[in-house]
């Protein structure tokens, strides 16, 4: 709902010509949380989508926290770019090394290559890695820590090692951070300046201020983490920020004197005899990653599929369907080609089009999942547009019929469970009680986004479920990445306070309303 206003002018140019050994291929790897699609070595496919597995494992195990296996389209897909070029092309900046999009619809990785450095992950992704870790948390705990917390937990899980014997080394020194935390001491913020930083003044200094922000995050999230008679302090002081505290009276309660902490820093991060945090083979639990290479076709809409998740702008989206009808014509019976068509002719604005694309590939493969998704998007967007109720109610229910199959075919895909509830919403009708609760559904497998939260507790006020209202809302306005929304949702919950269950706060056409513009 987000990222959406995005560019793709270099990759439409060329067709995205990818800088890759001319001995490899296209792989797509699989495992229990990921799918990756890399033009390399299928070993160093493989040993990069286990290393994932294995970090993913080894949180786990670090933080005592667990995620549900998903469902297989609500995987991260991750995407290997090819050089550093085409991946801050694809980005829209040339400052990034990789980059991460958490989506209800779907989440997708950019990265520049899936290369294995002796263990080392190289600076891509360690990216990903970072902003793993954040879609770990965000999915183990909805409320978020405090901005330095939540950035400095990111930092720690990111600087892993990958031992030859399936180990892996957690919270490893940050080797690239030493210029941030102690080169420049006129630059180096204290520990009170750290925990009192948000987002809105995080982002207007300058460069070398954020980078000193990160690394003393990292600094003193890997103190509280690693020093053995700290332990548990970073929780207790987590909940007292929860319970309304303010962060730098939470840490002076729990942490004690600053000044303290400030000298213990220095101390802690010259000792260069600390040990990271080893989670050995045996207490790593990763799945098993399947691994195939891509058909001819497949591989020459790479670069059109990762034009659709990643969001072209207007002026584009011709250029990508004219590419992928061309590459139909060559590969007319190829589901994956049909189903990127089907995306390209959706983004594009041509419904029908994208429909017939949709239906020629499940005709094919009727396991086409993301050909399912892209029908039954395309036919709301039609029904959408006819004005006579009977016929719009009809239309309705024909772009339900592949989602509703879709559902019953992967009953936690979070597309049809939105969908449920928008075929309502969108139709200014009264959704029931099965719809309302696929929303909540969808709203819970994938906790990260903000949007879907934001109209499930809208859905619970205008139900009069105030205390499920609260529930859905109050980790949104304590986001530190939030900014003015989370201001205006705090508001709401400040109108929410003297409210009670069976209240009933009528705003459902302002649901139906968001719904309809999206």
């Known amino acids: 709902m987000v990222h959406r206003v ?91 090394a990789g980059f991460y999009l958490p989506r209800w619809d779907g989440s997708f990785a950019f990265v520049q290559d899936v290369e294995n450095k002796q263990g080392l992950p190289t600076l891509s992704t360690v990216v990903l890695l970072h902003e793993y870790a954040h879609h770990f948390l965000s999915s183990t705990e909805r409320f978020a820590m405090p901005l330095w917390m939540n950035e400095g937990a990111a930092e720690f899980f990111s600087n892993v090692y990958f031992g030859e014997d399936g180990s892996v080394y957690l919270g490893t020194r940050a080797q690239g951070r030493d210029l941030d935390i102690f080169v420049k001491p006129d630059e180096m913020m204290s520990v009170s300046q750290l925990l009192t930083l948000d987002w809105e003044r995080l982002r207007t200094r300058n460069t070398t201020w954020q980078s000193a922000f990160y690394g003393r995050s990292w600094l003193l999230y890997h103190y509280f983490s690693m020093k053995e008679e700290r332990s548990g302090q970073l929780r207790e002081y987590w909940l007292e920020v929860l319970s309304g505290t303010p962060s730098l009276d939470a840490a002076k309660k729990v942490f004690g004197d600053l000044g303290v902490i400030e000298r213990q820093l220095y101390l802690h991060y010259r000792d260069l005899r600390q040990e990271p945090y080893r989670v050995a083979p045996e207490d790593i639990t990763a799945g098993a990653v399947s691994i195939r290479p891509l058909s001819d076709g497949e591989a020459a809409t790479m670069h059109i599929q990762m034009g659709s998740d990643r969001g072209v702008v207007a002026e584009d989206v011709e250029k990508l369907a004219e590419q992928a009808r061309d590459i139909a014509r060559s590969f007319p019976d190829d589901p994956k080609v049909l189903t990127v068509l089907a995306h390209a002719e959706y983004g594009a604005g041509h419904d029908a089009a994208a429909i017939a694309a949709a239906r020629r590939a499940i005709a094919v493969d009727p396991a086409a999942t993301r050909a399912y998704v892209v029908q039954g998007r395309a036919g709301f967007r039609l029904a959408r547009a006819i004005t006579d109720p009977e016929e719009r109610g009809a239309a309705y229910r024909e772009a339900m019929v592949p989602l509703l199959a879709l559902n019953a075919m992967e009953p936690e895909h979070t597309v049809p469970l939105v969908y449920m509830y928008r075929s309502f919403a969108e139709q200014d009708a009264v959704p029931s009680d099965d719809a309302k609760a696929a929303l909540v559904r969808a709203a819970q497998l994938a906790p990260f986004d903000q949007e879907l939260w934001l109209i499930a507790g809208m859905m619970h006020m205008n139900d009069g479920r105030i205390s499920e209202a609260r529930a859905a809302l109050q980790p949104l306005a304590s986001n530190p990445h939030g900014g003015e929304k989370a201001a205006q949702i705090g508001e709401l919950l400040a109108f929410l306070s003297d409210k009670h269950d069976g209240q009933a706060i009528p705003v459902q056409s302002a649901i139906s309303a968001y719904f309809v513009t999206e």
């Open 6 to 96: 995005l560019t793709l002018l270099a990759f439409i140019a060329g067709g995205l010509v990818l800088a890759q050994p001319a001995s490899a291929k296209w792989y797509e790897a699989q495992s229990d949380y990921f799918v990756i699609y890399a033009n390399a070595e299928e070993d160093e496919v493989r040993l990069y989508a286990e290393n994932l597995e294995r970090y993913h494992s080894a949180m786990e195990n670090f933080t005592g926290r667990t995620v549900a296996k998903p469902s297989p389209s609500n995987r991260v897909t991750v995407y290997s770019i090819g050089s550093a070029d085409q991946l801050r092309r694809l980005a829209g900046s040339r400052s990034v």
